[in-house]
């Protein structure tokens, strides 16, 4: 695929502020981190996961517990998708049975990937509630459903691909988006 | 990389890359079966038929919970109350199954190459369920899981394959499977058990029960099939036991941190003593466990897309 056009839309720093503002808003939004576990959608939504709960912990001292969910048996789009995913394991060390649940990822686009973490959690047990903190907001929802915290919303175009990076996975930190000449958006 | 062919029909077939991904979407699959609520909608709407020609509880059981927890709806066919009895040949069946629009057809036969015939004429998925003394590819996936899952690896293994090899499916597959991942397979039964030129398979043939198991990190027992000719084969289950069947006494001299496994159902006292079979190392229950993750991954892997 022809790629043009690289933009750096978060550097290193300006992720680090976003996340440690997010995690001072969850300690705020939830009585200072009571009952609260971290779910991260495999696989950046658990590096952010991690990180924000180290952060929280900095801030409060709270040990916030942490799983990983792999979406892919609950996507609507099975058929529709070139390539079959390859399954991770979900692990979620924990009973989420009235639970504040803050569902991590890095991207928040068309919603669908949300909607497959709702129903896959809430097939786990009944959370008392479940919010969605994420890196970036790009727009575009399909589905109604929104942020709880949000690092950045960033204004993008359909054609647009976001491209996170975290040291973890990818060896450095940074948003970048590029232009695609052909249409290949994926979450 | 997703499976080559639509069907599973042989271990013979699969590439090790393939075997590799099936065994890693069990060991993701795996942790449903431990959930509360062990079910998850990705074969929502697809039709699983399990069409059996021959007895069996943990296969078809296996399948139909494994399709089940991935939300295919299952539909059982036992030929002994089916148009079978009526003379309906094999592919009749299978064109009569596929005018209603399976995904899946699983089937059972005692003639090898029954699952071939039906995946050579039907459009469905067909996976093998054990084919006569040719394959059975599901239970050699499930077997090389357990013991990835306890080993680690299953490259460097020495596993021996203790019984009945020549009527034994099972013993085929696992043979195929153990050489794919470079294992070292030992075998060993009475001689009018082993085939000849059994070698040209890749294994060794042990020289005493105590051969093949003294250094074997696996040691798997083959159920006697009483219902096939073999009662013919040797003169009497005493013997049998006496001279090819694990007890305590002989474990004593495998090494220590080995592995039993059966592919069931066991006979009691024959190939397998009770204090073996309900003992430490013996991973009977756990082999049928993994089978249901196994199982799961197969589905998926050919029909969730």
């Not at chain 1, 991260?40 to 709270?62: P, Q, W």
């Not at chain 1, 529709?80 to 504040?100: C, G, H, N, Y």
């Not at chain 2, 596993?159 to 696992?174: F, T, Y």
């Amino acid at each position: 695929m022809e790629k043009s056009k690289v933009t750096l839309i978060q550097s290193k720093e300006e992720i680090e502020k976003g996340l440690k503002r997010i995690a001072h808003e969850i300690l705020e939004k939830n009585r200072e981190g009571k009952d609260l576990v971290l779910i991260g959608i495999m696989k950046r939504g658990v590096t952010i996961a991690t990180r924000l709960s180290s952060m929280i912990k900095e801030i409060s001292g709270f040990e916030i517990p942490i799983g990983a969910l792999d979406i892919n048996l609950y996507r609507d789009d099975l058929s529709e998708v070139a390539s079959q995913p390859v399954l991770r394991k979900t692990e979620i060390p924990f009973s989420v049975r009235d639970k504040r649940v803050i569902l991590v990822d890095d991207v928040l686009y068309t919603g669908r990937t949300v909607r497959a973490a709702l129903d896959a959690i809430i097939d786990l047990g009944r959370p008392c509630v479940i919010q969605l903190a994420v890196l970036l907001d790009r727009g575009h929802r399909e589905l109604p459903i929104r942020a709880d915290y949000v690092g950045k919303n960033v204004p993008t175009s359909r054609k647009e691909l976001i491209e996170v990076r975290l040291v973890e996975d990818d060896g450095v930190d940074e948003v970048i988006v590029q232009e695609e000449k052909q249409y290949a958006a994926t979450e | 990389m997703p499976l080559q062919s639509k069907d599973l029909l042989t271990i013979e077939q699969l590439s090790v890359d393939e075997i590799t991904l099936i065994l890693d979407t069990a060991d993701s699959m795996k942790e449903i079966s431990t959930r509360d609520i062990k079910k998850v909608p990705t074969l929502r709407g697809k039709t699983i038929i399990n069409l059996f020609y021959e007895p069996s509880t943990r296969t078809r059981t296996s399948f139909e919970i494994a399709g089940k927890r991935l939300s295919a709806d299952v539909i059982n066919i036992s030929t002994s109350v089916s148009s079978v009895v009526k003379g309906e040949t094999l592919k009749d069946t299978g064109k009569n199954l596929q005018a209603m629009n399976p995904d899946t057809v699983v089937i059972r036969h005692a003639a090898a190459g029954a699952a071939k015939i039906l995946a050579d004429s039907l459009s469905a998925s067909i996976i093998n369920a054990g084919d006569g003394a040719h394959e059975h590819p599901t239970q050699a996936l499930l077997d090389v899981f357990t013991m990835r899952e306890r080993k680690g690896t299953i490259a460097g293994l020495q596993v021996a394959i203790i019984g009945d090899l020549s009527h034994s499916r099972v013993a085929r597959s696992n043979i195929h499977a153990l050489n794919k991942l470079g294992a070292e397979v030992v075998v060993y039964g009475p001689p009018t058990m082993i085939p000849p030129r059994i070698e040209m398979m890749g294994v060794r043939v042990a020289q005493s029960i105590d051969d093949a198991i003294r250094s074997a990190d696996v040691i798997m027992m083959l159920r006697i099939q009483l219902e096939r000719q073999s009662q013919f084969l040797f003169p009497s289950l005493r013997e049998y036991s006496t001279f090819f069947g694990l007890n305590g006494e002989r474990l004593t001299h495998a090494k220590e941190d080995v592995l039993i496994m059966h592919p069931g159902p066991i006979n009691r006292g024959v190939e397998i003593s009770p204090e073996v079979a309900d003992g430490p190392y013996a991973l009977i229950l756990e082999q049928v466990t993994n089978g249901v993750a196994v199982r799961m991954a197969l589905l998926y892997l050919l029909i969730g897309k």
